[in-house]
């Protein structure tokens, strides 16, 4: 079964308002989480990886002020998408990794807006 | 029974040494996507493809769709290739990872 979920699947919102993604590890605890954007036909882009208790690293390119990640336990990190646009309209995966455990991915959320 | 399954789980090879590694899956797919993560970093990206072969350096990436198989091929192997190696597929609605090929690519 899975080990890593996020909530929502899907979300659709009007633009301008922020939309929040939770990924949780569901059996283990997850010390290290990394969120991943795919936009439509090209394959994932690596956004920032976050670690329990500290602040996220982001990739170059990748505004932190708009993409906010909160790491704040070991089961449970949180992607914020703030003020989003159309152009954020894209498909959000996150995986997370803890101990010796091979790195888990999430199902995805795909996020419209409008 | 997981969506997509790799093979081998773990795999060591000499330098130069010709590396494949497997992938199986039981969905319908729109792409496959073939990732790779050195020690303590996130994924890369190698190969998206939704039919055919991609070759990229090294890397040879191949698909049968009829078969719902995949294979990447490594040539000439070097030390540096030591990663694990993932293979996914999206269905357009949600993505299914294999648990990864840990390569160890001894000099």
């Known amino acids: 079964g899975a080990v890593v979920s996020q909530h929502p699947s899907w979300v659709i919102c009007k633009s301008g308002t922020s939309v929040k993604i939770e990924c949780r590890s569901l059996?283990?605890?997850?010390?290290?989480m990394f969120w991943y954007r795919q936009f439509p036909k090209q394959s994932l882009m690596l956004m920032a990886t976050s670690n329990e208790g500290s602040k996220a690293t982001y990739e170059q390119g990748v505004e932190k002020d708009k993409f906010l990640i909160n790491h704040a336990s070991l089961t449970l990190s949180t992607l914020t998408v703030t003020s989003a646009h159309p152009e954020d309209s894209s498909f959000y995966i996150c995986?997370?990794?803890?101990?010796?455990?091979?790195?888990?991915f999430g199902p995805g959320t795909r996020l419209l807006v409008l | 029974k997981n969506e997509v399954e790799q093979s081998p789980q773990n795999l060591t090879a000499q330098e130069g040494e010709f590396i494949t590694i497997n992938c199986s899956y039981s969905?319908?797919?729109?792409?496959l996507h073939w990732l790779q993560q050195h020690p303590g970093g996130g994924i890369v990206s190698l190969f998206m493809?939704?039919?055919g072969k991609k070759k990229h350096g090294r890397l040879i990436a191949t698909i049968n769709i009829q078969e719902k198989h995949s294979s990447l091929h490594i040539t000439a192997s070097h030390p540096r290739d030591s990663a694990v190696y993932i293979c996914a597929v999206s269905t357009g609605n949600q993505f299914y990872f294999g648990t990864g090929t840990s390569l160890t690519v001894i000099p």
């Open positions: 493809l939704s039919s």
């Open positions: 969905v319908g797919i729109s792409a």
């Open positions: 995986s997370a990794r803890g101990g010796e455990r091979p790195q888990y």
């Open positions: 059996d283990f605890q997850a010390t290290t």
